[in-house]
Structure formats: structure tokens, C-alpha cells
């Protein structure tokens, strides 16, 4: 089982970035596909983005593609989630997943996946 840390959220302007980071520990990291979901206060938890083991695809939400950038360095276990022109809707606990069924299709299914992180609240301010 791999484990899951997310840093990086935190307060910022509207149009403004963040970059989060997920680091891994634990079972083979580059095996794993992962992604991010966020949960806003009083919404049901939804997907960001996907991206897999090899990173060569990724799937992201409509609401999200052209300003946010999933990546991820196998050599450092660690995924990342660029976000750029923030809107106050971003506003979120934002949770990094992984699952090793080798697809993004359990994520953008809802299902459920391998190993959660704890969060890191993003809050973008107007």
C-alpha cells in the first residue's frame, strides 16, 4: 500500500498559482496511477485530473483544463499539480489518490481507489 502526503495549499488572489505536491511512500510509486479530487465546503467531492504511471496520459475536468498541469517525477515519488489563474469557485480541500489498476478510468468513476491523502485546503480569495 502506498501513502500519501499533499502540501502546498494555502491562500491566494484570484489569478494567481499554487503548485501542490504529493509525495509517496511505501509500495512501487511508478506504478501507480494518480490524481487529484477536491471537495469544497458543503459539495460532494469531485475529479480534478488523472495522470498515469508513465505519465504520458493524462484527463482533466472540463472546469479545470487550460489552468491546471498534472506531472509527476517517478525518481522523487512525487506528484504534482500546477494551478494557474485561480478562481474563487477553485476554493477546496484538494486530496491526492493513487490506484494501481493501470487506467484512469476508476477515477473519473468514482470508484474506489487504492490510497488517499489527507488534503491541503486551497482558499482563493476575490
Known amino acids: 500500500q502506498v501513502q500519501l502526503v499533499e502540501s502546498g495549499g494555502g491562500l491566494v488572489q484570484a489569478g494567481g498559482s499554487l503548485r501542490l505536491s504529493c509525495a509517496a511512500s511505501?509500495?512501487?510509486?511508478?506504478?501507480?496511477?494518480m490524481g487529484w479530487f477536491r471537495q469544497a465546503p458543503g459539495k460532494e467531492r469531485e475529479f480534478v485530473v488523472a495522470?498515469?504511471?508513465?505519465?504520458?496520459?493524462?484527463y482533466y475536468a472540463d472546469s479545470v483544463k487550460g489552468r491546471f498541469t498534472i506531472s509527476r517525477d517517478n525518481a522523487k515519488n512525487t506528484v504534482y499539480l500546477q494551478m494557474n489563474s485561480l478562481k474563487p469557485e477553485d476554493t477546496a480541500v484538494y486530496y491526492c489518490?493513487?490506484?494501481?489498476?493501470?487506467?484512469?478510468?476508476?477515477?473519473?468513476?468514482?470508484?474506489?481507489?487504492?490510497?488517499w491523502g489527507q488534503g491541503t485546503l486551497v482558499t482563493v480569495s476575490s
Open positions: 489518490a493513487a490506484d494501481k489498476r493501470g487506467t484512469v478510468l476508476p477515477f473519473l468513476r468514482d470508484e474506489t481507489l487504492d490510497a
Open positions: 511505501g509500495r512501487i510509486f511508478s506504478s501507480y496511477v
Open positions: 495522470i498515469t504511471w508513465s505519465g504520458g496520459s493524462t
